[in-house]
C-alpha cells in the first residue's frame, strides 16, 4: 500500500469521525454526539486507522460504524426489528455487516500492510 511506503508508520492510532447527516436514512446515520456540530445530532460516524510518525500522518483506511439501531439482531422488538431490517435493505447493507464496537471496527480493517 502506496500510504504505508510513504509514511512508513511508527505507530498505527485509531479514530472516529461525525458527519453529519439531516436524517436517518443513510446508512447508519443515528442521533449522537457529534464533533462536527459540537453536540448531539444526527450523524455518521467514520473509524479510520491512521499511519503515523513524528512528521506525517495517512489515514489507509475508513469504515462506516454501524450503531446498534441498524443491528435488527440487538432488539427483541418484532416491529423495530422489522423496520430496521427495511432501512438496511433500502441502504444494501449486507446480512452479514452488523453492529461492532468501534475499537473492533478499526481492528478489523483492511489497513493491515504488514
Known sequence: MWAAEFVDPDALAAADTGFPEDGTSSPGAA??????LGKRGTCQV???????????SAAPDWRLFLPESWDDTKTDDESTAAEIVRKRTRCAI???VRHREKRRTAASGAWRWT
Open 94 to 96: 449486507p446480512d452479514r
Open 31 to 36: 442521533r449522537r454526539y457529534c464533533g462536527a
Open 46 to 56: 467514520g473509524v479510520s486507522v491512521h499511519a503515523v510518525t513524528d512528521w506525517a
